[in-house]
């Protein structure tokens, strides 16, 4: 039983990560979009903020896995 609720913790991580990563993907390109200009930095800030995302899962994960 403990390993379904890990099992499922770690899915339910990674589906919200991936939702985040892909919702910063799609806000990025909408920003460059509209202001090619700004790519540097717009792209600068998504990559920061989707390496967070990815740490933040993968503690999830192995918090979920341990417990």
Known sequence: ????LAAIGAGMAV???SY???W???SAMEAIARQPE???K???AM???A???EGVALFAVVVALIA
């Open 20 to 22: 985040g990563i892909g």
């Open 24 to 26: 910063i993907g799609k």
């Open 42 to 44: 717009v792209q600068t």
């Open 51 to 53: 390496a967070l995302i």
């Open 38 to 40: 700004a790519a540097n």
């Open 1 to 4: 039983m403990t390993g379904t």
């Open 15 to 17: 589906i919200g990560a």
């Open 47 to 49: 990559i920061i903020a």
